[in-house]
T-cell receptor, first 116, second 117 residues
């Protein structure tokens, strides 16, 4: 079975600091990769996704992620965080061949707190 | 905008009670899912459904059942609630899989926080 690891459980940054959240997965085949975000009191929403093509993916609110196949990684980055980026971030994976309902496997989440 | 609505935001139940969590989506999505969210464990899939009356077990189906009698509604049932089922439950929906339809995006409800005493 595939698994997803997010190594940072809690991250605290000051505004304008750069962010990188790690995500590694364990599946040998072709995968689809996602980052979801959950702002306090809100539902999860898609931040960005990778299916194929350019391994550097840009998402909403200035976030980007890079797929490095050789490292089984899909790290999330933002050059300069804002207080409003305080949220929990989830990495998710599903095998590309899987066509039964987007069965995503989620990582354990990373809670980001940005100090004003 | 896709809207996924979960009927109860907060519930408190006693051990052994039967619990129903309801979820309705308004975008005619084929796929619907129930996850539970626990600190440090992320989201774990309980059950999903890709069509009316169809259901498939996820990673942690034990102690749960589901019902999908109508396309827009997917219910999660705890036949006899236990304290280890205290959690946040998230419903999600998505378009049918397939090259032209599958955006890969799940749309989530706001969650139902269940406490079992």
């Amino acid at each position: 079975a595939q698994s997803v690891s997010q190594h940072n459980h809690h991250v605290i940054l000051s505004e304008a600091a750069s962010l990188e959240l790690g995500c590694n997965y364990s599946y040998g085949g072709t995968v689809n990769l996602f980052w979801y975000v959950q702002y306090p009191g809100q539902h999860l929403q898609l931040l960005l996704k990778y299916f194929s093509g350019d391994p550097l993916v840009k998402g909403i609110k200035g976030f980007e992620a890079e797929f490095i196949k050789s490292k089984f990684s899909f790290n999330l980055r933002k050059p300069s965080v804002q207080w409003s980026d305080t949220a929990e971030y989830f990495c998710a994976v599903n095998p590309s061949w899987h066509n039964a309902g987007n069965m995503l496997t989620f990582g354990g989440g990373t809670r980001l707190m940005v100090k004003p | 905008d896709v809207k996924v609505t979960q009927s109860s935001r907060y519930l408190v139940k006693r051990t052994g009670e039967k619990v129903f969590l309801e979820c309705v989506q308004d975008m005619d999505h084929e796929n619907m899912f129930w996850y539970r969210q626990d600190p440090g464990l992320g989201l774990r899939l309980i059950y999903f459904s890709y069509d009316v009356k169809m259901k498939e077990k996820g990673d942690i189906p034990e102690g749960y059942s589901v019902s999908r009698e109508k396309k827009e509604r997917f219910s999660l049932i705890l036949e006899s609630a236990s304290t280890n089922q205290t959690s946040m439950y998230l419903c999600a929906s998505s378009l049918a899989s397939g090259i032209n339809l599958d955006t890969g995006e799940l749309f989530f409800g706001e969650g139902s926080r269940l406490t079992v005493l």
